[in-house]
């Protein structure tokens, strides 16, 4: 394997540095000197690389969900529905497990920051993506009304995450965040299929 480049390693360490200080002492009260001085780099070198505080946390926003991502790559495609979206949702909770207090940071910021919010929006758009996917998996297994776009469906899971990722947040994150999100998409599942069995009665 290649090792990384002195300046990948030194970007490294600065968002590693920066995770830290945020953690500890909140992104507001980090200051870029603080970053430079834990990651043993002067105050140039931190933005030589990244524009100041908000491009640090964007960039470690972008490494959380590439972490996602490459969760996501391994989808089980063909698999049952609720398979594949069981599979989906603890994907997620596992990479914001991983990033700890990270993740309550990060959330906070892009519900209060436009620039972070038009970022995630961007950006979690190749996550709705994988979610699509399942959900034509979904259609073609006939679990799923094909009168319905796939991002329709897609977009009212997306929203059920979003909402549970909210409130695991606000609890601590001490709760199964993927069981909760399931509970609430197996609804929607079933009221997707009573529409679809609905319009075949009628039809009949």
Known sequence: MTE??????RRDAILQAAASR?????????????????????RATVFNRFAGKRALLLALYDSQLDGVLARLAERPA?????????????????????????????YREVLHDPQMLAHDESRGAQVRKVLEEIVRDGQRQGQLS???RPAVI????MDCWTAAVGRWVASGRKTALASAVLQRVRIIIRGVAAAKTSSVRRKS
């Open 4 to 9: 990384p480049s002195s300046h990948a390693r």
């Open 22 to 42: 945020f953690v500890r002492d909140g992104y507001d009260e980090t200051t870029v000197d603080s970053i430079a001085a834990d990651a043993g780099v002067s």
């Open 78 to 106: 063909g698999a049952p529905l609720l398979g594949q979206l069981g599979w989906f949702f603890r994907a997620g909770e596992s990479q914001l497990r991983e990033d700890g207090e990270l993740t309550a940071i990060l």
């Open 146 to 148: 094909r009168t319905l």
């Open 154 to 157: 897609a977009s009212l899971f």
